[in-house]
Nanobody, 125 residues
Framework: QVQLVESGGGLVQAGGSLRLSCAASGLTFSRSVMGWFRQAPGKERAFVATIRSDGMTYYGDSVKGRFTISRDNAKNTVYLQMNSLKPDDTAVYYC???????????????????WGQGTQVTVSS
């Protein structure tokens, strides 16, 4: 049974930083593509970033240059370092996983098989 457990969310002031973690189990993590999505109230779930098994990354335009996705295969964990946070970054952040892919442009929710429960990030102005 695949489990993805996010942590690290919280309340932060605009301009601040947070690091989210997602601990995975029940899958071959080193061979999985891992992604982060977010969902603000009243909006659809939106792509944030993804990292392939070989370390290649891809980011949504709204977070490029501010957020960094990384992974530690030894710990079965993917991270999202979020800097220069803005109130518009307020959302529930979800970790997602899928199997190997030759493409890095995996920005659609349906391209992922497994999802975590989410962690709330709130950025105050």
């Amino acid at each position: 049974q695949v489990q993805l457990v996010e942590s690290g969310g919280g309340l932060v002031q605009a301009g601040g930083s947070l690091r989210l973690s997602c601990a995975a189990s029940g899958l071959t993590f080193s061979r999985s593509v891992m992604g982060w999505f977010r969902q603000a109230p009243g909006k659809e779930r939106a792509f944030v970033a993804t990292i392939r098994s070989d370390g290649m990354t891809y980011y949504g335009d709204s977070v490029k240059g501010r957020f960094t996705i990384s992974r530690d295969n030894a710990k079965n964990t993917v991270y999202l370092q979020m800097n220069s946070l803005k109130p518009d970054d307020t959302a529930v952040y979800y970790c997602a996983a899928r199997g190997l892919s030759s493409s890095i442009y995996l920005y659609r929710t349906w391209e992922y098989n497994y999802w975590g429960q989410g962690t709330q990030v709130t950025v105050s102005s």
